[in-house]
């Protein structure tokens, strides 16, 4: 597969249950390495941000409790922007970003304030700040079927990476799996507003 085909929430839902059978504990415990492992990314430098949204699993609060100790421990800086996405029926949508530089909050404001969602010019921005190459941004993504959720179905995926996904929920049931920590919420939030509002963890 030469160029990502559908965006990353539902593959990641995929492997999630491969590893966690659904558990709440254990799909807590996974999304917090997924945010360390991005917050490792940005802090090395190789994306300028990266950028979570709450779940069934993971609510609001608790996303933005990880985002303060993660950010703490990383020397990152967080935020939240809320907007309403006219592709899901003006949907509130509340996201979670980690950034290194304060250049990154000053973008996400500017894009806030004059560009309206899912254009061309918001899904290029975005997908810039989260390390995405020129070349692979897909403009229009969310008017593809592909970008929808694929609610733990495989046959869309090629026959290589189905194969992948079944070969890791074999292996994952023929070991035991001891339950990690959970991490504990460190830091309240203001309530989020259309324009970001930055902290910091040092």
Same mark, same amino acid.
């Given at each position: 597969?030469?160029?990502?085909?559908?965006?990353?929430?539902?593959?990641?839902?995929?492997?999630?249950?491969?590893?966690?059978?659904?558990?709440?504990?254990?799909?807590?415990?996974?999304?917090?390495?997924?945010?360390?492992?991005?917050?490792?990314?940005?802090?090395?430098?190789?994306?300028?941000?990266?950028?979570?949204?709450?779940?069934?699993?993971?609510?609001?609060?608790? #996303?933005? +409790?990880?985002?303060?100790?993660?950010?703490?421990?990383?020397? &990152?800086?967080?935020?939240?922007?809320? *907007? /309403?996405?006219?592709?899901?029926?003006?949907?509130?949508?509340?996201?979670?970003?980690?950034?290194?530089?304060?250049?990154?909050?000053?973008?996400?404001?500017?894009?806030?304030?004059?560009?309206?969602?899912?254009?061309?010019?918001?899904?290029?921005?975005?997908?810039?700040?989260?390390?995405?190459?020129?070349?692979?941004?897909?403009?229009?993504?969310?008017?593809?079927?592909?970008?929808?959720? #694929?609610? +733990?179905?495989?046959?869309?995926?090629?026959?290589?990476?189905? &194969?992948?996904?079944?070969?890791?929920? *074999? /292996?994952?049931?023929?070991?035991?799996?001891?339950?990690?920590?959970?991490?504990?919420?460190?830091?309240?939030?203001?309530?989020?507003?259309?324009?970001?509002?930055?902290?910091?963890?040092?």
């Amino acid at each position: 597969m030469n160029r990502a085909t559908m965006s990353c929430g539902p593959l990641y839902r995929l492997v999630r249950r491969q590893f966690t059978d659904e558990d709440p504990i254990r799909n807590r415990a996974f999304a917090q390495g997924f945010m360390c492992g991005q917050a490792e990314k940005v802090y090395l430098g190789a994306c300028p941000a990266a950028m979570f949204r709450p779940t069934t699993t993971v609510g609001q609060e608790l #996303l933005r +409790g990880w985002a303060a100790t993660i950010c703490e421990c990383y020397g &990152l800086r967080w935020t939240v922007v809320n *907007y /309403l996405d006219p592709s899901r029926s003006n949907e509130d949508v509340l996201e979670v970003w980690i950034f290194r530089d304060a250049i990154v909050h000053v973008r996400l404001w500017e894009l806030m304030r004059t560009t309206s969602v899912n254009t061309a010019e918001w899904h290029t921005v975005r997908g810039r700040l989260t390390g995405v190459q020129a070349h692979e941004i897909d403009e229009w993504f969310h008017e593809r079927q592909s970008a929808g959720d #694929l609610d +733990g179905d495989l046959s869309c995926l090629p026959w290589h990476q189905r &194969l992948w996904f079944r070969l890791c929920g *074999y /292996l994952h049931r023929q070991v035991e799996v001891a339950t990690p920590a959970v991490l504990e919420e460190t830091q309240d939030c203001d309530e989020p507003t259309s324009a970001p509002s930055a902290g910091r963890g040092r």
